[in-house]
């Protein structure tokens, strides 16, 4: 596939343009539900430096988290945050940029798009345990997120013009187009009734059956921001600025169900501005968020 020249802001930190880059950080918080709210406390800026760290991913087990960080004028590494230790190291050594660390259905490896020498941006993945990258995907370029259905089907964020959301049999390498001009916020939920891969798409919140490719409204979007992440399978939450907002999904039947969205938190207090990324561990003990430091 073939890059396309149109990169919007959004992607730039898949350039060599590291001195553009936002100074953004991590924060975590524990988050828990108090008499029918949500509640979050003890906020802990875990990287707390000048410089780009993004992208943060719980494991499996909720012991550590992988995060995107420039740490030079060259390129960017995965880093592990150990909740234990609260100790950063780094995960990823190599002579090429990786981003969006995603750990894969297998629970032994982790995906990651990789920019190559020549600036192509396809996933690859990473033994958890430590290892040499390999590739996934031959024959697809211009990655900029993705988020895996199952063990054999991802869906991925190509950076084309327009923007598309493609679902990709990696066994057969062959993929179908789902919509054009999508957000870069993807989640896949599994429940009883099969599984359901939730995205932005113009001012709402949409998921797909992945058994019958049906696709349904979810409900409006109206923040500036582009992320939003589930907290107890039916609670989804987003931020906007330096405010925490929730909204019940109805796909679960939840009987709190609304189009409407009602304000947690305002975590300006904490020094928390600009809230452009959120993530729930599995077991929806912790949240973390990246925004600007005051």
Request: charged share 20%; hydrophobic share 35%; glycine share 6%.
């Amino acid at each position: 596939m073939k890059k396309n020249g149109l990169f919007p802001i959004l992607f730039l930190f898949y350039t060599t343009l590291f001195a553009q880059l936002p100074n953004t950080d991590i924060w975590l918080l524990d988050i828990k539900t108090v008499k029918g709210s949500i509640n979050l406390t003890n906020p802990i800026n875990i990287t707390n430096r000048v410089g780009y760290d993004n992208q943060p991913t719980f494991s499996q087990d909720g012991k550590f988290i992988l995060y995107t960080s420039v740490r030079d004028e060259k390129q960017s590494d995965i880093y592990k945050y150990d909740l234990i230790t609260k100790i950063s190291s780094q995960f990823t050594k190599t002579a090429t940029s990786e981003y969006s660390p995603t750990f894969m259905p297998d629970k032994k490896n982790i995906s990651v798009v990789l920019v190559e020498p020549d600036s192509a941006q396809r996933l690859w993945k990473l033994p958890v345990n430590g290892g040499k990258p390999s590739l996934i995907l031959k024959n697809i370029d211009s990655i900029g997120y993705h988020c895996w259905l199952d063990e054999k089907h991802v869906a991925l964020f190509l950076i084309t013009n327009p923007m598309k959301l493609i679902f990709t049999d990696i066994t057969t390498q062959k993929s179908i187009v789902i919509k054009d001009t999508i957000g870069r916020s993807m989640h896949c939920i599994t429940d009883k009734t099969g599984l359901h891969f939730f995205y932005l798409y113009k001012k709402g919140i949409y998921f797909t059956d992945l058994k019958n490719q049906k696709t349904t409204f979810q409900t409006s979007w109206k923040f500036n921001g582009e992320d939003f992440c589930f907290y107890k399978d039916y609670t989804i939450i987003a931020g906007n600025e330096s405010k925490l907002f929730v909204n019940y999904s109805s796909y679960l039947g939840c009987k709190d169900a609304k189009n409407e969205w009602t304000e947690i938190t305002d975590l300006s207090t904490y020094g928390i501005t600009n809230i452009s990324r959120i993530a729930v561990s599995p077991d929806g003990k912790k949240l973390a968020i990246v925004a600007t430091p005051k």
